[in-house]
T-cell receptor, first 113, second 114 residues
Framework: GEDVEQSLFLSVREGDSSVINCTYT??????LYWYKQEPGAGLQLLTY?????DMKQDQRLTVLLNKKDKHLSLRIADTQTGDSAIYFC?????????????FGTGTKLQVIP | DTAVSQTPKYLVTQMGNDKSIKCEQN?????MYWYKQDSKKFLKIMFS???????INETVPNRFSPKSPDKAHLNLHINSLELGDSAVYFC?????????????FGPGTRLLVL
């Protein structure tokens, strides 16, 4: 079955860049997502990338995809204390029909003022 | 206006009891989901409904029974609650359930079984 792995924890200083990494096993993954979960809340979609792209930039967020290595990363520039949250990588096969989204194990980002 | 709402927000109950969690979305979406997030924050899909019909059913004990009276509601009934059912349950919805779509999540229901 599909497997999506992330490191559990990342700590950075305010103003630095954060890089959150994700690896997945499903070679048919077509859409890859990054969701953010703030304490006590549900998940919110941050950004997504199609598998035919290798980079996507959206303001402070940069997503890099290495399809050969099945590796996805999320870079947050100028990390702020409000970025402290759990970040989930997710993927869908996109093979048509209804999609099941498989979420990663989540990376807790702690931003130190 | 709350897009995806769940009730109750907290639920504390004894082992063996039966309980229900309700979910409603006002986004006009066709597809709704239930996820379980365990104490390690691992998030796993349980069920998905499209226009009141079951489309995803992961390996979930029969004690869990989803019910969708209409496409705006997806309730989760749990029979004979066990300690291992303690988790945060998230409801979510998406427009069609196909392709790349944002899933909109509810705030979660924190279930504690004693």
């Amino acid at each position: 079955g599909e497997d999506v792995e992330q490191s559990l924890f990342l700590s950075v200083r305010e103003g630095d860049s954060s890089v959150i990494n994700c690896t997945y096993t499903d070679s048919s993954s077509t859409y890859l997502y990054w969701y953010k979960q703030e304490p006590g809340a549900g998940l919110q979609l941050l950004t997504y990338i199609f598998s035919n792209m290798d980079m996507k930039q959206d303001q402070r967020l940069t997503v890099l995809l290495n399809k050969k290595d099945k590796h996805l990363s999320l870079r947050i520039a100028d990390t702020q204390t409000g970025d402290s949250a759990i970040y989930f990588c997710a993927e869908t096969p996109g093979s048509g029909g209804y999609q099941k989204v498989t979420f990663g194990t989540g990376t807790k980002l702690q931003v130190i003022p | 206006d709350t897009a995806v709402s769940q009730t109750p927000k907290y639920l504390v109950t004894q082992m063996g009891n039966d309980k229900s969690i309700k979910c409603e979305q006002n986004l006009g979406h066709d597809t709704m989901y239930w996820y379980k997030q365990d104490s390690k924050k691992f998030l796993k899909i349980m069920f998905s409904y499209n226009n009141k019909e079951l489309i995803i059913n992961e390996t979930v004990p029969n004690r869990f029974s989803p019910k969708s009276p209409d496409k705006a509601h997806l309730n989760l009934h749990i029979n004979s609650l066990e300690l291992g059912d303690s988790a945060v349950y998230f409801c979510a919805s998406s427009r069609t359930g196909a392709g790349v779509e944002t899933q909109y999540f509810g705030p979660g229901t924190r279930l504690l079984v004693l």
